[in-house]
């Protein structure tokens, strides 16, 4: 029978299941598709703290959000149109946050008593009429999944596992995706293992084709691409881009690149795939722990290479002597902080922008650093290429603040030119006449870099104060405050070398709301709302955080309203207030997810009416 064919331009889809069920795998998997279509997309995995926690209970849920559209898309999406729930826990965890009316696909093979007691559940909401408002799909995936593979020679078990790849075939059938991509994943990530690339292939096609052959969907829908800007895409999180990022600074710098980091999540992932890309020059260590972490770093960086070192959480705060060896060394130490939900441990897999005032004054004694923080998955990658450019040219640490929604959200990223990409000069000190370690650059304050083993060049770096210019030892009160100045000048002599903060939105607007990192999408989307709905609302977002652009105080007092909407409980209008003496007026909330768009914009609406009503 023909099914009905309907066209939509947006849609937000959440695959949710235990996390052995392959739900990020199937979440991947149907992003690929969908970027092969030409849809612009953006999404948001979310993974238990839990490494084992016990199957079945809403502790051990993994989901993977992404949203896709006709036209450009900023964030994953509010709430869902679609839930995939692979059991009873994966419902109960993700019910609430379902659009009303929306649609929900059932695993009705995991809906047992057993499972459903685990998840809470006193009855089977698929049998109660508890879930009378949405549309519900009973689908018996498992036993469907088993019954396509009943001629495969694979295990009973290895069977169970291909119901993700049998639910992705249903999902890329219903929205009008390709199969090919994940067939190629399939081919790549089981080369040595063929009878199990055999039987998921054969699972997702399965899924596929059932939905033409039984009454499952009434209805499929597609979508028109969205009008990207021409060139050749690929899929990237946060953590790739980071990682190609620095590889193109080391070969646009001559530089190696040496990155040493303790797993911790996560940070984890850029470490994991920096040490994929060996082949591209890109040394790796995992270290026993965060102090010698970021001490290889330095004496990485000492020795003349990019020393990079990365961390998430508890982790900064055990780097932080180091880093202040780093500041009073003068040496070009990058720092990437992934931030996560804390204090503590906290919530180790969830997203938060609380590290900012500890990047920037968490350290003892006057020890000022360079703070940059990137706004998306894509800007991860040119964000470590300015982290690179500026601590070389300095000569001084740099802090990268990203975040967890960064580094595991993705989407569409157009590959650049890499021949346009500037290169990044370095000039390493080789003649020792008049050579002191402490002599300054007039522009730059930055004293000179100097292999290690240059011969005539020898000198002694360490974490007491050093004479100005000569670099020996002193205990001199007025060098000891001259030395502290020049630090904190050169810092500051960053703001030249850095573009002006620009308005986006309106330049006649009344308010403006002011973000920073990864809040970047959800701002945009909101200005957009607010504007389209007869607001006159402008936006400035940050990738400088120390020093600010030189313009930015003078831009933000042309507003009457300045909003401030962050992942934490004020820091950026805290710094805000505190430097430019204006009335910021933050919006901050600490749930461990990014914000939703909706509550943003209603938080704008509201302080615009205010405006209005004075």
Known sequence: MAKKLESLDKVTVKFAGDSGDGVQVMGDQFGNATAVVGNDFATLPDYPAEIRAPQGTTYGVSSYQIQFAAYDVYTPGDIPDVLVAFNPAALKVNLTSLKPGGTIIANEDEFTEQNLRKAGFSSNPLEDDSLGSFRVYRVPITRLTIESLKDEPVGHKDKERCRNFFALGMMCWLFSRPLEPSIEFLKKRFATKVQVMEANTKALKAGYNICDTMEIFPIHYQLPPAKLEPGKYRNVNGAFASACGL??????????????????????????????????????????????????????????????????????????????????????????????????????????QTDLLFALFGRPAESPVIILS??????????????????????????????????????????????????????????????????????????????????????????????????????????????????????????????????????????????????????????????????????????????????????????????????????????????????????????????YVSELLNFIKDEYKSLRMH
């Open 247 to 352: 590889v193109v600074a080391s070969h646009k710098s001559g530089l190696p690149l040496i990155y040493s980091g303790y797993p911790i999540t996560p940070a984890s992932e850029t470490l994991e795939v920096l040490a994929a890309l060996k082949q591209y020059g890109a040394v790796t260590i995992q270290s026993e722990d965060e102090i010698s972490a970021i001490t290889m770093a330095i004496g990485a960086a000492y020795s003349g290479a990019i020393g990079v070192t990365g961390t998430s959480g508890p982790g900064l705060a055990l780097k932080t002597e180091a880093l202040n060896l780093a500041v009073m060394t003068e040496l070009p130490l990058i720092v990437f902080d992934f931030q996560r939900s804390g204090p503590s441990t906290g919530m180790p897999t969830k997203t938060e």
């Open 374 to 595: 990137p706004s998306s998955p894509a800007d991860c990658f040119w964000i470590s290429i300015e982290a690179v450019r500026l601590a070389t040219k300095y000569m001084t640490p740099v802090i990268v603040l990203s975040e967890q929604f960064l580094v595991h959200s993705s989407e569409p990223w157009k590959l650049p030119d890499l021949d346009k990409i500037p290169p990044i000069e370095v000039n390493f000190r080789t003649d020792p006449k008049g050579f002191y370690p402490y002599m300054r650059d007039e522009k730059t304050l930055a004293r000179p870099w100097v292999k290690l083993g240059t011969p005539g060049l020898e000198h002694t770096l360490g974490g007491l104060e050093k004479s100005n210019i000569q670099g020996t030892i002193s205990y001199e009160p007025e060098n000891h405050d001259l030395m502290n100045k020049l630090r904190a000048q050169k810092i500051q002599k960053v703001a030249q070398d850095i573009p002006d903060a620009q308005i986006m939105g309106p330049a006649d607007a009344d308010v403006v709301v002011v973000g920073w990192g990864g809040t970047y999408g959800h701002i945009k989307a909101a200005i957009e709302m607010a504007n389209q709905d007869g607001m006159k609302v402008a936006m400035v977002h940050l990738r400088y955080l120390n020093p600010l652009q030189k313009n930015l105080g003078d831009l933000l007092r042309r507003f009457k309203k300045v909003l401030v909407p962050e992942l934490n409980l004020g820091q950026l209008s805290y710094v805000l207030r505190a430097k430019y003496l204006i009335d910021a007026i933050g919006y901050n909330r600490i749930t461990g997810r990014p914000f």
